[in-house]
Antibody
Framework: QVLLQESGPGVVKPSQTLSLTCTVSGGSISSGNYFWSWIRQHPGKGLEWIGYIYYSGRTSYNPSLKGRATISVDTSENQFSLKVTSMTTADTAVYYC?????????WGQGILVTVSS | DIQMTQSPSSLSASVGDTVTITCQASQDISTYLNWYQQKPGKAPKLLIYDASSVKAGGPSRFSGSGSGTDFTFTIRRLQAEDIATYYCQQYDTLPWTFGHGTKVEIK
C-alpha cells in the first residue's frame, strides 16, 4: 500500500515562498513508471493540477501558475517537494500530492495552506 | 487548455436510484478520462480510469462510458455512502484538467 503524506507550513505571508514536501512510503519513487504530482483545491472549489515530476527529474507545470511553481525530487529520502513563489491570497488552498502516470491513483490527505499577513 | 464541463453541478436522489453524471470535453480526448470521488474533508479517490475501467477493488455499481468529447459516469443502486462530489479529469493534453464537480446528495 503506497502512502503519501504532505508536510509544510499551514500559514504563509503574502509575497513569501511556500515550500511543501511529500513523503512517500510503501513504494520507491524511483521504481515504476509514475509521475509524482501536486494538485490544489481552493476552498469550496474544484481541483487544479499544479505540475509533476518524474524520478529522473523531468518536470511539467501548469501555465496557470505563471512560472511560480518548482517541483523537485529527493530519491534518497523518497520525497518530492513543491515551491511556489510570490504567494498571494489567491493561493490559499488545500495542497495534495499524488502518484499518477495518467490517473492519480494514490493521494496524500492534503494540507491547508492559508496566505495571510 | 481543455475545458471539462460537468453536469449537473448537483443532484439529489433516493437510495437505490440510478444516478448519471455527464462530462463534456472541449476537444476530442479519446478515452483519456478518469472519474474521482471526493468525500468532505478527504482527498479524491480514483474510481474509473480510461473512461470505463473500474479501479481494482472498486464497487461494481460504479461505471463509466464514452469517448471523444462526451462521457458518462453512472452509479447504480445509490447508497448513502456514495454521498460525495464526483470529478472527471482529462489526461489527453497537458495541463491535465478537471471538471468542476457534481455534488450527489440523498433525497
Amino acid at each position: 500500500q503506497v502512502l503519501l503524506q504532505e508536510s509544510g507550513p499551514g500559514v504563509v505571508k503574502p509575497s513569501q515562498t511556500l515550500s511543501l514536501t511529500c513523503t512517500v512510503s510503501g513504494g520507491s519513487i524511483s521504481s515504476g513508471n509514475y509521475f509524482w504530482s501536486w494538485i490544489r483545491q481552493h476552498p469550496g472549489k474544484g481541483l487544479e493540477w499544479i505540475g509533476y515530476i518524474y524520478y529522473s527529474g523531468r518536470t511539467s507545470y501548469n501555465p496557470s501558475l505563471k512560472g511560480r511553481a518548482t517541483i523537485s525530487v529527493d530519491t534518497s529520502e523518497n520525497q518530492f517537494s513543491l515551491k511556489v513563489t510570490s504567494m498571494t491570497t489567491a493561493d490559499t488552498a488545500v495542497y495534495y500530492c499524488a502518484r499518477g502516470s495518467e490517473p492519480f491513483d494514490y493521494w496524500g490527505q492534503g494540507i491547508l495552506v492559508t496566505v495571510s499577513s | 487548455d481543455i475545458q471539462m464541463t460537468q453536469s449537473p453541478s448537483s443532484l439529489s436522489a433516493s437510495v437505490g436510484d440510478t444516478v448519471t453524471i455527464t462530462c463534456q470535453a472541449s476537444q476530442d480526448i479519446s478515452t483519456y478520462l478518469n472519474w474521482y470521488q471526493q468525500k468532505p474533508g478527504k482527498a479524491p479517490k480514483l474510481l474509473i480510469y480510461d473512461a470505463s475501467s473500474v479501479k481494482a477493488g472498486g464497487p461494481s455499481r460504479f461505471s463509466g462510458s464514452g469517448s471523444g468529447t462526451d462521457f458518462t459516469f453512472t452509479i447504480r443502486r445509490l447508497q448513502a455512502e456514495d454521498i460525495a462530489t464526483y470529478y472527471c479529469q482529462q489526461y489527453d493534453t497537458l495541463p491535465w484538467t478537471f471538471g468542476h464537480g457534481t455534488k450527489v446528495e440523498i433525497k
